[in-house]
């Protein structure tokens, strides 16, 4: 399997008998009580890693926009950005984001994505547009027939994505937590829908039905990302262990928790794997 196993929880527990925090030295478990609670905060600190930083460039063209879908029975928010430089987006193709359970797309420029974009292009990566569309919070599967995420992935943004001139016959997919299951359980159910997917942390339990889909995705388009420290580490390791074509292209477990400045580390990544899917044909 391609990609980094990084740092396990053990392995930073276990790494010696002190730790560093801001460069002082912090003492074990068997001191007072101050230097336990010192020894736990270390700990933590060093599970997560460092805070991942947005991008100090430029966006480029962001709107927000609401839109009515059918599929999901209700108007929803539509967010688009195009790199900085390159107007409007015309041409590009696009990077759908999946948002997690307490976002919706109100929620992206404030996380940076439209910075991230302009910062992943200017290091060199095939530019690209991204879309997102408000999903609920419904892991993506939706509530029944009157309200379908996946269906609104499938059939409504591509061509919401076209009337704003993106070339949305090459797209591929990020999300986190929930949006990353989403993107997974996209990937699975219309295989040639997405170039590739990147999921951060994707909210993956051992008894999904998406371990059993795994089997079904092309390895080569899956990128998995998550930190050691995440609870949901174990199911996704499972999950990459069950990825169909030998495997996820990328599977990176490194320091990190299930919060944003984990997500904001990773996230350059996560955009040159798509960047590059995006670029091949």
Same mark, same amino acid.
């Given at each position: 399997?391609?990609?980094?196993?990084?740092?396990?929880?053990?392995?930073?527990?276990?790494?010696?008998?002190? $730790?560093?925090?801001? #460069? =002082?030295?912090?003492?074990? +478990? @068997?001191?007072?009580?101050? *230097?336990?609670? &010192?020894?736990?905060? /270390?700990?933590?600190?060093?599970?997560?890693?460092?805070?991942?930083?947005?991008?100090?460039?430029?966006?480029?063209?962001?709107?927000?926009?609401?839109?009515?879908?059918?599929?999901?029975?209700?108007?929803?928010?539509?967010?688009?950005?195009?790199?900085?430089?390159?107007?409007?987006?015309?041409?590009?193709?696009?990077? $759908?984001?999946?948002? #997690? =359970?307490?976002?919706?797309? +109100? @929620?992206?420029?404030?996380? *940076?994505?439209? &910075?991230?974009?302009? /910062?992943?292009?200017?290091?060199?990566?095939?530019?690209?547009?991204?879309?997102?569309?408000?999903?609920?919070?419904?892991?993506?599967?939706?509530?029944?027939?009157?309200?379908?995420?996946?269906?609104?992935?499938?059939?409504?943004?591509?061509?919401?994505?076209?009337?704003?001139?993106?070339?949305?016959?090459?797209?591929?997919?990020?999300?986190?937590?929930?949006?990353?299951?989403? +993107?997974?359980?996209?990937?699975?159910?219309?295989?040639?829908?997405?170039? /590739?997917?990147?999921?951060?942390?994707?909210?993956?339990?051992?008894?999904?039905?998406?371990?059993?889909?795994?089997?079904?995705?092309?390895?080569?388009?899956?990128?998995?990302?998550?930190?050691?420290?995440?609870?949901?580490?174990?199911?996704?390791?499972?999950?990459?262990?069950?990825?169909?074509?030998?495997?996820?292209?990328?599977?990176?477990?490194?320091?990190?928790?299930?919060?944003?400045?984990?997500?904001?580390?990773?996230?350059?990544?996560?955009?040159?794997?798509?960047?590059?899917?995006?670029?091949?044909?």
């Amino acid at each position: 399997m391609a990609g980094s196993r990084g740092v396990t929880r053990r392995a930073l527990l276990t790494g010696g008998a002190g $730790l560093l925090v801001g #460069g =002082a030295a912090v003492v074990g +478990a @068997d001191a007072a009580t101050g *230097g336990r609670l &010192r020894g736990r905060v /270390a700990r933590e600190l060093a599970d997560e890693g460092p805070a991942g930083v947005v991008p100090d460039v430029p966006q480029g063209r962001v709107r927000l926009e609401r839109v009515r879908s059918r599929a999901r029975g209700r108007e929803v928010g539509l967010w688009t950005a195009a790199p900085h430089g390159h107007g409007d987006g015309a041409g590009l193709p696009v990077v $759908l984001v999946l948002h #997690g =359970a307490s976002a919706t797309t +109100a @929620d992206l420029e404030r996380f *940076g994505f439209a &910075r991230f974009l302009t /910062a992943a292009v200017r290091d060199g990566a095939p530019p690209f547009v991204l879309a997102g569309a408000d999903g609920g919070r419904t892991r993506w599967e939706g509530d029944g027939a009157a309200d379908d995420p996946q269906r609104m992935l499938a059939e409504e943004l591509p061509g919401w994505c076209a009337e704003r001139g993106f070339d949305a016959g090459r797209a591929a997919a990020y999300g986190w937590s929930m949006g990353g299951y989403g +993107a997974l359980r996209a990937l699975a159910l219309r295989p040639g829908g997405l170039r /590739a997917v990147a999921a951060l942390s994707p909210a993956v339990a051992r008894d999904d039905a998406l371990l059993e889909e795994a089997a079904t995705l092309d390895g080569r388009r899956v990128g998995l990302w998550c930190g050691t420290a995440d609870p949901l580490l174990p199911a996704v390791q499972e999950l990459a262990e069950r990825v169909g074509g030998g495997g996820p292209a990328v599977a990176a477990w490194a320091p990190g928790a299930h919060r944003r400045r984990y997500w904001d580390r990773v996230t350059p990544d996560a955009l040159r794997f798509l960047a590059a899917a995006l670029a091949v044909g």
